[in-house]
């Protein structure tokens, strides 16, 4: 099997498997659906955070504003009541109001909290240096178990306006967010090896060769960007290791210089020409090279 190490920019995103038989558009459907995929993930377990510590989501004409502003315009939110946290709630209020503060009470918000950090390790960056893969059903696999824990927390379900019922959905909307200019779009997503555009409607062999145990660096981008930068020959963290080794070694030989026997071969009162340069005057002289 092919082992695909895959990138965006110069960042590592996840291992991925598969034989150099694979047809260039499966492969690019299938890295754009696990990215985005790990991306959605991300964003349900930044909104479980909020969730766990200040509630539900408070309807769009609600959001930011103060409970005076609440008063006077005679608002209510009419999901309060319906979306009740198991076990009852505690008040924390929202300092961005954007939630109602009905949180859940410790149990249950230990519950999503748990749950966020397991589904962030199961498809999380640092699986690389482990050699452990990313699919799409370790993707869904995360995604489910986020449901469960809301579903659980919340079992009337949250209100339909709330981010995390919406991606759960597939019913967010990313338009003017940071969040949208993270998204690939499957059909204007390149994927690139050694320089080289992987183009559609080839086999992946056409690119890495027929050797099924081929390990590669790839890289995807949207098209249009240009070629992706090219990997450094050696990277900062062992470029740092040759330094400290170098240096090492260059302490040892001072060292072994000082202990030496014919150190003394070094000083300048040991030098037979030192006499002679200071009776012509031309000691220290400092060479400017050729003009």
């Known amino acids: 099997m092919v082992k695909l190490h895959i990138k965006r920019a110069d960042e590592s995103q996840f291992l991925y498997e598969t034989t150099v038989e694979m047809p260039v558009d499966d492969l690019l459907k299938d890295l754009t659906a696990i990215y985005n995929g790990r991306l959605k993930v991300h964003r349900i377990c930044a909104e479980i955070e909020e969730l766990a510590k200040h509630g539900i989501t408070?309807?769009?004409?609600?959001?930011?504003?103060?409970?005076?502003?609440?008063?006077?315009?005679?608002?209510?939110?009419?999901?309060?009541?319906?979306?009740?946290?198991?076990g009852g709630h505690k008040f924390?209020?929202?300092?961005i109001g954007r939630r109602n503060g009905m949180a859940p009470n410790e149990k249950m918000a230990e519950v999503l909290t748990k749950t966020v950090k397991e589904a962030k390790d199961m498809i999380s960056k640092k699986k690389v240096p482990m050699d452990q893969y990313v699919t799409q059903a370790t993707v869904k696999e995360a995604l489910d178990i986020l449901r469960g824990a809301s579903m659980i927390v919340y079992p009337m379900n949250l209100p339909p306006h709330d981010n995390i019922r919406m991606e759960f959905e597939n019913n967010e909307d990313l338009e003017g967010t940071q969040a949208s200019t993270e998204v690939l779009?499957?059909?204007?997503?390149s994927v690139w090896f050694s320089g080289k555009e992987m183009l559609r409607g080839k086999?992946?062999?056409?690119?890495?060769g027929k050797n099924e145990k081929t390990k590669i660096i790839a890289k995807l981008q949207?098209?249009?960007?240009?070629?992706?930068?090219?990997?450094?020959?050696v990277n900062e963290e062992e470029?740092?290791?040759?330094m400290a080794y170098y240096y090492k070694k260059q302490e040892e030989y001072k060292k072994l210089q000082a202990e030496s026997e014919d150190a003394y071969m070094d000083q300048e009162w040991a030098d037979n020409g030192a006499l002679k340069r200071n009776l012509n005057g031309v000691r220290d002289i400092k060479w400017g090279g050729p003009r």
């Open 185 to 189: 779009p499957e059909d204007n997503t």
């Open 92 to 95: 924390n209020k929202d300092p």
């Open 222 to 233: 949207k098209r249009g960007q240009g070629v992706p930068q090219r990997e450094q020959v």
């Open 58 to 86: 408070l309807p769009p004409n609600m959001m930011g504003l103060t409970d005076d502003q609440i008063v006077d315009l005679k608002l209510k939110d009419e999901w309060a009541d319906k979306c009740e946290p198991s």
């Open 239 to 242: 470029q740092k290791k040759m």
């Open 203 to 208: 086999l992946l062999k056409d690119f890495v």
